[in-house]
């Protein structure tokens, strides 16, 4: 069964320094997700991408967060200035576009902010 | 503003029973539930789903029920086996490209 990939599985990172979240969707996918989890919390929605462009982006997505597929076929997730409330698992989803197949989850990327 | 409310944060139950799981929602107007499960250090898997013109959806071992007069729904499965032990969590989408909200997750524990 086709997976959704994401690189590195474990990222320990500076306060202020930059990250980058990849994920590789699944090859015919349309829509490309961000969720991220605060330990002991639920998953939060952050951005969802179509089209080579942001579709949503809930309150979390604020302006030190980009995304961009910038080969066609990675999905990257950029946190510019990282805070220590930044420490979470992130999850890349990927959908097909069909609104009642389900998002398809990559096993995540813990960020440790330092 | 929780618009999917799972109350059980664990459930424990013997290997070979029924293990119900619950779920409530807010808004009248969702028209596709779904259920991710997930282990630890894994993303969530989709394991089933049901549309707001249902009240039943039976995969395997796994049922959904859909009470939408009560905006509730529920997962049961049986009979429940160790390696469903695992958090369970419900999810409506926005529509289109809109993102999951997921419930808080119920943590279920099968005892052998």
């Known amino acids: 069964e086709p997976e959704v990939t994401q690189t590195p599985s474990h990222q320990v990172t500076q306060m202020g320094q930059e990250v980058i979240l990849r994920c590789v969707p699944i090859s015919n996918h349309l829509y490309f997700y961000w969720y991220r989890q605060i330990l002991g919390q639920k998953v939060e929605f952050l951005v969802s991408?179509?089209?080579?462009?942001?579709?949503?982006k809930s309150e979390i997505f604020d302006d030190q967060f980009s995304v961009e597929r910038p080969d066609g076929s990675n999905f990257t997730l950029k946190i510019r200035s990282t805070k220590l409330e930044d420490s979470a698992m992130y999850f890349c989803?990927?959908?097909?576009?069909?609104?009642?197949?389900?998002?398809?989850f990559g096993d995540g990327t813990r960020l440790s902010i330092l | 503003d929780q618009q999917v409310k799972q109350n059980s944060p664990s459930l424990s139950v013997q290997e070979g029973r029924i293990s119900i799981l619950n779920c409530d929602y807010t808004?009248?107007?969702?028209?596709?539930f779904l259920w991710y499960k997930k282990y630890p250090a894994e993303g969530p898997t989709f394991l089933i789903s049901?549309?707001?013109?249902?009240d039943k959806n039976e995969d395997g071992r796994f049922t959904v029920f859909l009470n939408k007069s009560a905006k509730h729904l529920s997962l049961h499965i049986v009979p429940s086996q160790p390696g469903d032990s695992a958090v369970y969590f419900c999810a409506v989408p926005g529509g289109g490209a809109d993102g999951l909200t997921f419930g808080k997750g119920t943590h279920l524990i099968i005892q052998p």
């Open positions: 808004n009248s107007m969702f028209d596709y």
């Open positions: 049901i549309s707001s013109i249902k």
């Open positions: 991408f179509y089209n080579n462009e942001i579709s949503e």
């Open positions: 989803a990927t959908q097909d576009g069909n609104s009642n197949q389900p998002q398809h």
